[in-house]
T-cell receptor, first 115, second 113 residues
Framework: EAGVAQSPRYKIIEKRQSVAFWCNPI?????LYWYQQILGQGPKLLIQ????????DSQLPKDRFSAERLKGVDSTLKIQPAKLEDSAVYLC?????????????FGPGTRLLVL | GENVEQHPSTLSVQEGDSAVIKCTYS??????FPWYKQELGKRPQLIID?????GEKKDQRIAVTLNKTAKHFSLHITETQPEDSAVYFC????????????FGAGTRLFVKA
């Protein structure tokens, strides 16, 4: 079974620039998550989708972050404009269904450095 | 809001010894508790999980215990090996306001050969 795919793997931008990350979940997984993992910390949930609907985005800084999953499969996460404190690894994860505590499978992450 | 605290932040053990990592959670409605292992530069991977209707679960050298009354759960690794060296994250899935998974800050485990 193919795992969660993410791209790019690394990105370096200057502050105030824009950046977008892409995630392709495991086939058949209805739930998709975006996490931010700052160095030395645990993953922090930014947004959770069930198919193409948002389940939770309470910790998403909506003034600069946006995410979509238009067809209920792939998802993109965008930061515009980026700040220095956005430097982190952005992890995408997917699970079969969010209501029954199914295992979350993580992608390799996108390592973002904002200069 | 929901919170998961994890201790210790760093743990160093001799090969063959046991390692114990403890977590507490704040939301009594939490019902699912996974543990993830993350090696340097790699993605978190699930190593064991436990649901709230079970007090203990074991898988070879790894075991997890859950005390719902005290709202804490622990990871036990026996007969540690150098390849167990990694960062371990506990997590709790809350039912409050939607099914959200909250992660602990992580424990960096060093197993000395």
């Amino acid at each position: 079974e193919a795992g969660v795919a993410q791209s790019p793997r690394y990105k370096i931008i200057e502050k105030r620039q824009s950046v977008a990350f892409w995630c392709n979940p495991i086939s058949g997984h209805a739930t998709l998550y975006w996490y931010q993992q700052i160095l030395g910390q645990g993953p922090k949930l930014l947004i959770q989708f069930q198919n193409n609907g948002v389940v939770d985005d309470s910790q998403l800084p909506k003034d600069r972050f946006s995410a979509e999953r238009l067809k209920g499969v792939d998802s993109t996460l965008k930061i515009q404009p980026a700040k220095l404190e956005d430097s982190a690894v952005y992890l995408c994860a997917s699970s079969l269904d969010w209501t029954v505590g199914e295992t979350q499978y993580f992608g390799p992450g996108t390592r973002l450095l904002v200069l | 809001g929901e919170n998961v605290e994890q201790h210790p932040s760093t743990l160093s053990v001799q090969e063959g010894d046991s390692a114990v990592i403890k977590c507490t959670y704040s939301d009594s409605a939490s019902n699912y508790f996974p543990w993830y292992k993350q090696e340097l530069g790699k993605r978190p991977q699930l190593i064991i999980d436990i649901r709230s209707n079970v007090g203990e679960k074991k898988d070879q050298r790894i075991a997890v215990t859950l005390n719902k009354t005290a709202k804490h759960f622990s990871l036990h690794i026996t007969e540690t090996q150098p390849e167990d060296s990694a960062v371990y994250f506990c997590a709790a899935r809350t039912n409050t306001g939607g099914f959200k998974t909250i992660f602990g800050a992580g424990t960096r485990l060093f197993v000395k050969a």
